[in-house]
């Protein structure tokens, strides 16, 4: 039987809780970190960082492209909980049909 609690492979390196906590907090990879994890820290600094200006060129544009194309998002209208089809019983009523 599989153990859920331990190791369940040799091949994989396990990552320290310091290491962790490092790349949820941001900070600097403590020494003695699995180089592994360097490439995920660089990534993710590079996404909690601004856009460079360039990145931005004709963003407005395809905004408004994308909206007219898809339009916006609306609110469905839906009954409320518990009412039933205007004029027909509600299913589970003595005067319902089979049909429910």
């Not at 600094?45 to 004709?58: I, K, T, Y």
């Not at 839906?78 to 089979?98: E, F, H, I, Q, Y």
């Amino acid at each position: 039987m599989p153990s859920f609690f331990g190791p369940g492979r040799r091949d994989v390196p396990t990552i320290e809780d310091t290491s962790l906590a490092a790349l949820l907090a941001a900070t600097e990879l403590p020494a003695g970190a699995a180089p592994e994890l360097r490439p995920l820290a660089e990534a993710l600094a590079e996404l909690r960082a601004r856009p460079a200006s360039d990145e931005l060129v004709g963003e407005a544009e395809t905004l408004a492209a994308f909206r007219n194309h898809f339009g916006r998002p609306h609110a469905v209208h839906r009954p409320p909980a518990g009412s039933s089809r205007a004029g027909s019983p509600a299913c589970g009523s003595r005067l319902s049909s089979s049909r429910c």
